[in-house]
C-alpha cells in the first residue's frame, strides 16, 4: 500500500485505469450520440453534457495530467502525456479544478432538462431557465481564474521558498526542479470562495432532486395515463443510480484518509484520492449502459448473444 506514494507507481496505475476506462468512456458516447431512440430525444444532449464532462475530468487525471500534489501547499507536477509536450503544471492543474466544479454543474443540467420537460415548459421556468445554466456554467469555467492570476511568476523563488518552508514536501520526487507552486496555502477569501459555490451546487442539485420526486408523485397520482410518467420515473431512478455510487468513490479514500496518519501518509493520500476520482467517471458509465435499456439492449447486440429489435413502446425503454 506505502509503494503508491512513489509517482512510478502512482502513474503506472493510472495508465492501467485510463486503458481500461477510455474505451468504455468511448462507446458511452457512442451510445448516447447514435443509438439514444427517439424518445429519448429531449434527454440526449443533456445527458451526453455529463458523460462528456465526467468522462473529460477521468481522463485528465488519469491519462493527460495525472496530477502528483505535494502538500501542504497547493504544488506538484504532472506525471501524463502532457508533461511529455510541454503543457504547463499550473495549466493541467487548475483546468482539473475547474473540471470538478463542471461535472456537478452538468449534473444540475440533467436534473433541470427533466424538470423542464416534465413539467414547466409553459411556466415562469422557460425564461429564467438559460440564464440560470449560463450562471452556472460561467461560475465553473471562472472559478480558477483568480487562483491562476496568484501563481507565482518567478518559480525557481517559489520552489526555494518551498522547501526552506516545508523541506519534507515532495519528498518522493526524483527530480524537484519539475515542482510547480501553485500557492503556499488557502486564504480565508478562496476557501470561502470555495465552499459558497460548493454550497450552492450541492443546494441546486438537492433542490431539483426534491421537486422532480414531488412533482412525478403527484402527477402518477391525478395522471389518467401514467405509462409515459413511470417510464420516466424509471429513468430518473436509473439516473439517480448513476450518478450516486459514483459520487460515493470520492468520500471512499477520504474516509480512508482519516485512518491514515496525516504526516506519515498525506501522499498515499493525495494518491488515492485521485486513484479514485479518476475512476468515478467509468463507473457511472457502466451503470448507465446497464440501467438503460436501449443502450444495454446495443451493448449485448454487439459483445453478447443478443439481437436488437426495434423499440415499439415507450414502456420498453426501461
Excluded at 209 to 232: C, E, H
Excluded at 240 to 256: D, E, K, R, S
Aim: aromatic share 14%.
Amino acid at each position: 500500500m506505502l509503494s503508491l506514494s512513489y509517482p512510478d507507481v502512482y502513474s503506472k496505475i493510472l495508465y492501467v485505469l485510463a486503458g481500461f476506462s477510455v474505451p468504455i468512456h468511448i462507446f458511452g458516447g457512442y451510445c448516447i450520440l447514435l443509438k439514444t431512440p427517439k424518445i429519448m430525444k429531449s434527454v440526449k444532449w443533456a445527458l451526453f453534457n455529463l458523460h462528456f464532462w465526467s468522462s473529460f475530468l477521468d481522463i485528465s487525471i488519469s491519462l493527460l495530467a495525472q496530477p502528483f500534489l505535494c502538500a501542504p501547499v497547493f504544488a506538484g507536477y504532472q506525471l501524463g502525456i502532457l508533461s511529455w509536450i510541454g503543457v504547463p503544471t499550473d495549466i493541467s492543474e487548475l483546468t482539473i479544478r475547474t473540471l470538478y466544479m463542471l461535472v456537478p454543474i452538468s449534473i444540475i443540467t440533467m436534473f433541470e432538462n427533466r424538470y423542464y420537460i416534465l413539467f414547466v415548459q409553459n411556466g415562469y421556468w422557460q425564461y429564467i431557465r438559460y440564464p440560470f445554466l449560463m450562471l452556472n456554467y460561467f461560475a465553473g469555467l471562472t472559478y480558477c481564474i483568480p487562483v491562476y492570476l496568484d501563481v507565482p511568476k518567478d518559480q525557481e523563488i517559489a520552489r526555494r521558498k518551498l522547501f526552506n518552508k516545508y523541506p519534507n514536501a515532495c519528498e518522493f520526487a526524483s527530480d524537484k526542479s519539475l515542482v510547480s507552486v501553485i500557492n503556499f496555502g488557502d486564504t480565508a477569501w478562496t476557501r470561502l470562495r470555495d465552499n459558497a459555490l460548493t454550497f450552492t451546487l450541492l443546494v441546486e442539485i438537492i433542490t431539483f432532486v426534491v421537486l422532480l420526486r414531488v412533482k412525478m408523485n403527484r402527477a402518477l397520482k391525478t395522471s389518467i395515463s401514467g405509462d409515459t410518467l413511470r417510464m420516466q420515473k424509471k429513468f430518473i431512478k436509473a439516473l439517480n443510480i448513476q450518478i450516486a455510487i459514483p459520487i460515493l468513490v470520492f468520500f471512499v479514500p477520504t474516509a480512508v484518509g482519516v485512518l491514515i496518519d496525516p504526516v506519515k501518509d498525506e501522499q498515499l493520500q493525495h494518491n488515492l484520492i485521485f486513484i479514485a476520482v479518476s475512476f468515478h467517471g467509468v463507473i457511472s458509465t457502466i451503470l448507465m449502459i446497464d440501467l438503460q435499456k436501449p443502450y444495454r439492449d446495443v451493448f449485448l447486440s454487439i459483445f453478447g448473444c443478443y439481437r436488437l429489435a426495434p423499440v415499439k413502446h415507450a414502456t420498453t425503454l426501461f
